[in-house]
T-cell receptor, first 113, second 115 residues
Framework: DAKTTQPNSMESNEEEPVHLPCNHS???????IHWYRQLPSQGPEYVIH???SNVNNRMASLAIAEDRKSSTLILHRATLRDAAVYYC??????????????FGKGTKLSVKP | NAGVTQTPKFQVLKTGQSMTLQCAQD?????MSWYRQDPGMGLRLIHY???????DQGEVPNGYNVSRSTTEDFPLRLLSAAPSQTSVYFC??????????????FGAGTRLSVL
């Protein structure tokens, strides 16, 4: 499985944008880039995913480098509720185990009031 | 909207006891899985299933059994609990019909302590 590298922790101020980086230099052409987050004492929740183009949804934006070897999750205005561990995960879109999310340690985001 | 429901929320066992962690989803998802999360760690895949009657092992399957007799339910069995199985267990489900999405939904977790 292709691996991802994320900083262990990041800090942000409330109502400021946050850019969470992820390196995935061994990504293959069939891997989607998925982001999940885990709020304290809760199960993970889906945030966003993409393949090649930048993606936006109501929660966040995903910026994917042209060579796809890195990506950045963008929270446009961090709130206290965004304090969580953010996981960047690569998922192939074919194969018998295409549903298996392989979690690393993620980035723990702290948001200061 | 129930989503993925896990029961119980908390459980304390003695070493050697057996128990079943329940997981049910009401979204008609083919894919279901079980993870465990130890303190300060990411989630590790225990077992998964891509449909009724089909199960497979994940990264850490030893000490756990699963079966999938219906689309809705995916119970995780501990036949003889050990202290090393003290962890938080999460169940997830997803729709494999749309591979481009592959969004998975997680339950709230079961916190298990084995004494």
């Amino acid at each position: 499985d292709a691996k991802t590298t994320q900083p262990n922790s990041m800090e942000s101020n409330e109502e400021e944008p946050v850019h969470l980086p992820c390196n995935h230099s061994t990504i293959s052409g069939t891997d989607y880039i998925h982001w999940y987050r885990q709020l304290p004492s809760q199960g993970p929740e889906y945030v966003i995913h993409g393949l090649t183009s930048n993606v936006n949804n109501r929660m966040a934006s995903l910026a994917i480098a042209e060579d796809r070897k890195s990506s950045t999750l963008i929270l446009h205005r961090a709130t206290l509720r965004d304090a969580a561990v953010y996981y960047c995960i690569l998922l192939p879109y074919y194969g018998g185990s295409q549903g298996n999310l392989i979690f690393g340690k993620g980035t723990k985001l702290s948001v200061k009031p | 909207n129930a989503g993925v429901t896990q029961t119980p929320k908390f459980q304390v066992l003695k070493t050697g006891q057996s128990m079943t962690l329940q997981c049910a989803q009401d979204m008609n998802h083919e894919y279901m899985s079980w993870y465990r999360q130890d303190p300060g760690m990411g989630l590790r895949l225990i077992h998964y299933s891509v449909g009724a009657g089909i199960t497979d092992q994940g990264e850490v399957p030893n000490g756990y059994n699963v079966s999938r007799s219906t689309t809705e339910d995916f119970p995780l069995r501990l036949l003889s609990a050990a202290p090393s199985q003290t962890s938080v267990y999460f169940c997830a489900s997803g729709d494999l019909a749309d591979l481009a999405k592959n969004i998975q939904y997680f339950g709230a977790g079961t916190r298990l302590s084995v004494l």
